[in-house]
């Protein structure tokens, strides 16, 4: 099986990567430095600063330190554990007996900031933020408590003014202030690592977009605030969508400035963004021949065949990587596979080798998911042995495993159609002969898309003949079942989600053209979250009469959403069917035919239109 875990061997080749931001950390000008690792929940993040770190081992004077910020999601202070768990690291990794004790004498400070406590969390983040020279965004920490400040307080600027009135005094009046505090520590830090033995301290975040917004915000305002000095670069591997939303729910936008503080925050918190690339078709079906080969062979021959798929450059080929180049690579060789594991290398590798083009594009360039997909495969092949011994073949079980990917209405379809199955499953067979027609039964439209008619010709072909029976028991834990679509929406998908929720006329071609420039899988997935709306009437006629118009593939779904949904047609709903009856006079007359409760007067009006 595979876990989540980052893993210590590149198989998705991001040394390149890891070679620029690990240059570029110790060798840049900007003093001191934070680097984002931007990508998407499971995009590779870890893995890539796993890369990063094993750069650093033999570089003397580099001292790198990975702190996990989820594991302490559950600290009451947050930052001071964050703070300690370097200061700790670091004093480990000086040898000099001196620069010790200066680590030891911070680690004693960190008590007494008492960073915890009620003062520091309301009133630490805004004064520092003004005494440290941080960004305009941490002074939103106490947004709740900004007109108490000096009275009342009629703009930023007048805040900014106030609060250092109120807390900024003369150090000889407020020697152990919180800011007095905060400056004291920076530049005991900054001493601390002021030696010859320190060339650089390179400090990589990992896991910080699992943890709850106001860690995420703990965690950025430590960095800034206290650990930010020269000669440190910070590393933060992160989703920028999750740290957007911390920031929006933490700092909510104040009156009369009109300024998009999540995007300021993160531009000002993060000099050097980096964004992972989602991975394309070709690398997810490269990357999961791989997973396969890496779980037969044995961890020091896979290591040696991922060096010379490098060597070779097969992964930026022009195709695919086959499994005949990974044999030729492994030059027959009959060491390199775990005992007794060849066999069930071979057939497993053909069966994904079968499906993995088409499956491919259903997990959104996620290696995350890609792993998911094999663990699910292997498990139901290991009960399948355990049920049935050799008898089903895996090459269906596969093709089954993805259909549901691709669409679990189709994967339940299947499901009613092989209930009936005698000799043959009638249905599927004719579903499989009406891919030859231009025009579908709309009873197969949903068939016609063009990723679900290159699953049904891929092998093997003739479902048919097969009772599926055993398989669909097998997988009896995802029938009727459907996959909460929105959760795994892209971003590009949300917002347009969102701009058709909040619908206007006028607006109306914008969002048409940028629905139509979505990549093919993201319209999918808006199309299946329309749908449903449609289906439970939460969508008004002027907007899926649009979608009709403007995506003929998914008329024969709008009809049959709408004959669901059963809603009564009103008056305001006469243009919208006009534009529909322009487009497919057919479809619609029979809709009209159909729907109970229309007037033949108002069917009149409608099809008049299109005389």
């Known amino acids: 099986m595979w876990t989540d875990n980052a893993s210590k061997i590149d198989m998705l080749f991001y040394k390149p990567y890891a070679e620029i931001v690990s240059d570029i950390a110790i060798e840049t000008d900007i003093d001191p430095l934070t680097i984002g690792i931007l990508g998407l929940w499971g995009a590779g993040k870890s893995t890539l600063l796993n890369l990063i770190e094993q750069h650093y081992k033999e570089k003397d004077g580099i001292i790198c330190v990975t702190i996990n910020a989820w594991m302490f999601e559950s600290y009451e202070d947050a930052k001071s554990a964050i703070m300690e768990a370097l200061l700790r690291e670091l004093e480990e990794r000086i040898p000099a007996e001196e620069t010790k004790k200066k680590f030891r004498a911070l680690l004693k400070k960190i008590d007494f900031l008492k960073l915890g406590t009620k003062v520091v969390s309301s009133a630490a983040p805004v004064v520092a933020s003004i005494a440290s020279g941080t960004p305009l965004p941490l002074l939103f920490s106490v947004p709740q408590n900004a007109k108490e400040i000096g009275g009342v307080i009629k703009n930023i600027s007048d805040s900014v003014q106030n609060i250092k009135d109120e807390y900024i005094k003369d150090d000889s009046t407020t020697a152990d202030s919180v800011v007095n505090n905060v400056r004291k520590f920076k ?315 909040r619908f206007n006329p006028g607006l109306a071609d914008g969002i048409m053209r940028d629905m139509k420039e979505l990549r093919s899988s993201d319209r999918e997935d808006v199309m299946k979250v329309l749908i449903k709306k449609i289906e439970s009437g939460d969508i008004e006629s002027n907007v899926y009469s649009l979608l009709f118009v403007n995506f003929s593939d998914y008329r024969g779904e709008i009809i049959e959403a709408i004959k669901r949904a059963a809603k009564p047609l009103e008056a305001g709903d006469l243009p919208s069917f006009k534009a529909m009856y322009s487009e497919d006079k057919d479809a619609i007359e029979n809709l009209l035919n159909e729907l109970k409760n229309v007037k033949q007067e108002i069917k009149d009006r409608i099809m008049k239109t299109g005389d």
């Open 187 to 501: 530049d005991e830090f900054q001493e601390a690592i002021n030696t010859d033995k320190i060339k650089r301290v390179v400090v990589l975040i990992d896991d910080l977009d699992r943890c709850q917004p106001e860690r995420i915000i703990e965690t950025l305002e430590v960095i800034k605030l206290f650990l930010s000095v020269n000669k440190t670069t910070f590393i933060i591997a992160a989703d920028e969508n999750v740290i957007q939303y911390a920031i929006k729910k933490k700092y909510p936008k104040v009156d009369n400035f009109d300024v998009e503080l999540d995007k300021e925050y993160i531009e000002k918190m993060i000099q050097l963004p980096v964004h992972i690339p989602e991975l394309s078709s070709k690398d997810i079906q490269n990357y999961l021949l791989l997973l396969v080969m890496q779980k037969y062979m044995k961890p020091d021959s896979f290591e040696v065949l991922i060096k010379k798929i490098e060597e070779k450059k097969l992964m930026i080929g022009e195709s695919a990587i086959d499994y005949e180049q990974i044999q030729e690579i492994l030059n027959s060789e009959s060491d390199i596979y775990k005992a007794g594991m060849k066999n069930e290398c071979d057939e497993v590798a053909k069966v994904i080798l079968q499906i993995r083009s088409i499956v491919a594009h259903t997990l959104k360039g996620n290696p995350r998911q890609a792993k998911r997909f094999l663990n699910t495969f292997i498990t139901k092949r290991q009960l399948s042995k355990l049920y049935y011994g050799d008898k089903l073949d895996m090459g269906v079980m596969a093709k089954l495993l993805t259909l549901h990917k691709l669409n679990p209405d189709l994967f339940d379809k299947l499901n009613e159609w092989n209930a009936n199955f005698d000799t043959e499953n009638q249905q599927f067979k004719r579903m499989r002969q009406s891919l030859d027609n231009d025009s579908p039964d709309s009873e197969f439209a949903k068939w016609h898309k063009p990723r679900i008619k290159d699953w049904v010709k891929c092998p093997p072909v003739e479902l048919e003949k097969k009772n599926l029976n055993k398989y669909f028991y097998l997988t009896r834990e995802i029938l009727k079942k459907q996959d909460d679509i929105e959760s795994d929406l892209s971003e590009e998908s949300r917002k347009l989600l969102e701009r058709i929720g």
